[in-house]
């Protein structure tokens, strides 16, 4: 049987993958949560690794502002802490799946990011995520999968779909930016597309390397926000056109989060389904966002 093991397993898709993955009767799954597991900690990595034959590290720090401070504490989870669990997957043969992120592009394209488009973060964020690419690439050229993943919402967790549907209780209208672009990415499909490619990895079908897991499509957070309000019966119109230039924070965003899908095939898998489907699924009666 084949053995996993899920670091971050308390997170948003840390969950759905545990919930997806044990939903399967042939693996063994061990899901680590933080209190768990301290992926910083090069003693306990080796040991947590040890018997199982893919990792897939959901772990990360993920509040983009606060790493604009704390840089070091930020890379710390998110670079250095990946280059323990890929020594420790190499060391004992494992294959290594690790989320990553859009932030590590500039995001100042005008079309879709192939997967070998060049790497320039905007923020400190986006420097400690890339790290933990280049850790995962040197260490596992032949075993390390990179999923970059991005404006992820799902039912477990802070996100912007489900702050739109708090703030619909709370204020008449809200203020959302149209000027940055990107395909909101439901945590579910998205962990499903991770089992996927863990099937194809473990039978030699998927080669290594960098791979884009988000919705197929693009919109904007203006856009995204009516989309959700429409799908909820709510009216559109409460929701205000602004610009980022409204809304200063510590850490730049990308203005354009779109990436390409090409390397799916490859993998004689399919890129994930378009965004506008897979939101009106989540928000069904009886689903969460």
Known sequence: MTRVLITGAGGMLGRDLVAV?????DLSVTATTRAELDITDPEAVPAA??????????????????????????TAVNGHAVAHLAQACAATGSRMIHISTDYVLPGDATEPYPEDAPTSPLNAYGRSKLAGELAVTRLLPDAG????????YGEH???????????ADERESIDVVTDQRGQPTW????????????????AGRAAPGIYHGTASGET???DLARTVFTLRGLDPGRIRPTTSGRYRRPAPRPAYSVLG?????????????????????ALAPGTSP
């Open 21 to 25: 993955l044990r939903s399967r009767g």
């Open 49 to 74: 690794v040890a018997g199982h034959d893919l990792v897939v590290n959901t772990a990360a720090w993920t509040d983009v502002d606060r790493a604009e401070a704390q840089e070091e504490a930020a």
């Open 220 to 222: 904007t957070w203006y």
């Open 145 to 152: 999968y990179i999923v970059r993943t991005a404006w992820l």
């Open 187 to 202: 945590s579910y499909r998205l962990a499903e597309q991770l089992a996927a490619l863990a099937d194809a990895a473990l």
């Open 261 to 281: 899908h090409d390397r799916w095939a490859a993998a004689h898998l399919r890129p994930l389904a378009d965004w506008r489907s897979a939101l009106a699924e």
């Open 157 to 167: 967790g802070s996100n912007f779909v489900a702050t739109m549907l708090r703030l």
